[in-house]
């Protein structure tokens, strides 16, 4: 789970872009258990390992705003907590290890973190309001790329690579273009990028497509100093931009309306795609209307960082023609990828298709099944980042024992695909 905020500033920017294909809805002609097939439903077999979180508990696991997770190769979990500055390692029983970061200005202080990458051997980057910061085991601080607004910054949705650079959207804010409501001079489609780990210096790995913005003209109203920057309502069902990176090193992308995984390599080649003949749906009035309704739901805060916030109503929302299929991806430590489908009524949640990167298909939890995690581990661990009946934020922790086609006692896993 990565924190909203940098999300919420983008969308304030008006730099939230779409991009869309389409491919045909799917039959019964291929064979089941392939893509081309049927869904051949499973059953997630879970058991619980911890929970960590509590309101009067000790300091270290009474968390303030928890924005991201992520496991080491040891099956530790590194919690990030924004609120607190730092970042909680919880062992794999449960128990507290250390705490690194905590507030303030110096070497291996934090300010806000939002995101985190664990790396097998321990090692980790934390992102933050005021740059990247690059600790080895054990949480010693090694360096910090600073931000940089202008030649670009990355988003809270970046990934790790294998070999210790991280890939990202990238944030650029011309701060004076602002002032004087002009538009930022952003790039055209929606570039990926790579930043690595030694200079932080961004290079263009892919750049998706994107659909045109239809309310570029509303960028352009000179704003008076103080006054509020409008969250726009948007355009409901524009196919998100989603991307993991696979074990080898390759990127999955997903920025399409239609059901297309691509992989590409660190060169930035196409080098094939995922894909099953699942149709997108058209958006209808009921779909707007439960879209309309998740906006006014929405928990907006008035200010974020230099901003302050304006929500739009529900009623100034625009819809795309049609709902992309794919609502999310995430790869798990098995090298499969988890692909949830949007719902429905276009929202969550959806069935969640398991893939491989070869084209394997493995099978398909049902919507009121298990859920992509907030983050993977070895061994099958899956953390969940949420809250308990009082409101208090929690982060729960099971292992997936096996996957077993619906109505079979047959385990489906990595050695089976």
Known sequence: MKTWIPILIMSVLGSALACGDATDRPGSDGLPGTLEGPDVMLTAVTEDIYTVGEYMGDDWESFGLLSDVAFDGAGNAHIVDMRADRVVVVAPD???????GGSGEGPGELRSPSSIHVFPNGG??????????????????????????????????????????FVSTVFRFDAERYRQGLAQLDPPGRPIEIFPIEDGKPQ?????????????????????????????????????????V???????VVDSIGYRIKLISRDGKVLGAVERPVAPLAVTEPMREAARERHRARDVPSNVGMFRIEKESADEMTFAEEVPVIADIAVDW?????????????????????????????????????RIPSAFGPDGLMAYVTADEFGVQIVRVIRLVSLQPQGTDTPTGPEDE
Not at 357 to 367: C, E, F, N, S
């Open 124 to 165: 980790y980057v934390v992102g933050s309001v005021r740059g990247i910061d690059v600790y080895a085991p054990e949480g010693k601080h090694v360096r910090r790329m600073p931000r940089d607004g202008m030649s670009g910054s990355p988003w809270s949705n970046s990934k790790a690579f294998p070999d210790g650079s």
């Open 204 to 244: 263009v790995l892919y750049t998706a497509w994107e659909l045109p913005d239809e309310e570029a003209g509303r960028r352009n109203t000179p704003r008076s100093p103080g006054d509020p920057a409008r969250l726009r309502a948007g355009r409901a069902f524009e196919p998100r931009l989603h991307f993991d």
């Open 246 to 252: 696979t074990a080898d090193g390759r990127l999955a």
């Open 334 to 370: 098995d090298d499969r990828i988890w692909v949830e489908r949007t719902g429905e009524d276009g929202g969550p949640p959806g069935p969640i298709d398991i893939v491989t990167p070869d084209g394997g298909y493995v099978g398909t939890l049902p919507a009121d099944g298990v």
């Open 94 to 100: 449960g128990s507290f290890l250390r705490m690194v």
